[in-house]
Antibody, heavy 119, light 109 residues
Framework: QVQLVQSGAEVKKPGASVRVSCKAS????????FHWVRRAPGQGLEWVGW????????NYAEKFQGRVTMIRDTSISTAFMELRRLRSDDTAVYYC????????????WGQGTLVTVSS | QAVVTQEPSLTVSPGGTVTLTCGSS?????????PYWFQQKPGQAPRTLIY???NRLSWTPARFSGSLRGGKAALTLSGARPEDEAEYHC?????????FGGGTKLTVL
């Protein structure tokens, strides 16, 4: 059974950075992509990007390019998302998700991490 | 960036049938957009229901089905149950970049 466990809630000031972690168990960590999605209050889901944990390749949504970095540490089966220059509209629950197979993406989801940006 | 549109809200009676749709600002939705559907209840993470237009995952109840109709992706719920009350999100892929719809809040009443 694949499980994704994310780090705890964060409160940050505008202009700061946040790093959210996503620890995987129950699968081959390097076998499947990790995706990051967020949901701001009153909004729908929004794709942030993905990382291929096998080689570190990334693809970020255009909106976040220059502000987001996704990395992974294969030794601890953990993916990370860092978002910089935070603004109040970055306040959201951030989710990681991973694939069931090459054909089925984002089948397994983490529990979400609330990031609050407030002065 | 493309805009993906969903009905903001729908209501279905218990035991009834309802269809949610997912359209694209770039034109018809096709199988090449690999439509996905997710269910999300308040305070919970999304749960993946349908992938690649019409494929259920092992945990997806058979009462949910996906299709393409009228240039849109569609999610049909047949025999709605109270526990199906949730928000439903569609996802379309545009050459590897993902775009979610705004979500449909489904009420079972």
């Amino acid at each position: 059974q694949v499980q994704l466990v994310q780090s705890g809630a964060e409160v940050k000031k505008p202009g700061a950075s946040v790093r959210v972690s996503c620890k995987a168990s129950g699968n081959t960590f390097t076998g499947y992509y990790f995706h990051w999605v967020r949901r701001a209050p009153g909004q729908g889901l929004e794709w942030v990007g993905w990382i291929n944990p096998k080689n570190g390749d990334t693809n970020y949504a255009e909106k976040f390019q220059g502000r987001v970095t996704m990395i992974r540490d294969t030794s601890i089966s953990t993916a990370f998302m860092e978002l910089r220059r935070l603004r109040s509209d970055d306040t959201a629950v951030y989710y990681c998700a991973t694939d069931l197979s090459a054909m089925v993406v984002a089948a397994y989801w983490g529990q979400g991490t609330l990031v609050t940006v407030s002065s | 960036q493309a805009v993906v549109t969903q009905e903001p809200s729908l209501t279905v009676s218990p035991g009834g049938t309802v269809t949610l749709t997912c359209g694209s600002s770039t034109g018809d939705v096709t199988s090449g957009h690999y439509p996905y559907w997710f269910q999300q209840k308040p305070g919970q993470a999304p749960r993946t229901l349908i992938y690649d237009t019409n494929n259920r995952l092992s945990w997806t109840p058979a009462r949910f089905s996906g299709s393409l109709r009228g240039g849109k992706a569609a999610l049909t719920l047949s025999g709605a149950r109270p526990e199906d009350e949730a928000e439903y999100h569609c996802l379309l892929s545009y050459s590897g970049d993902w775009v979610f719809g705004g979500g449909t809040k489904l009420t079972v009443l």
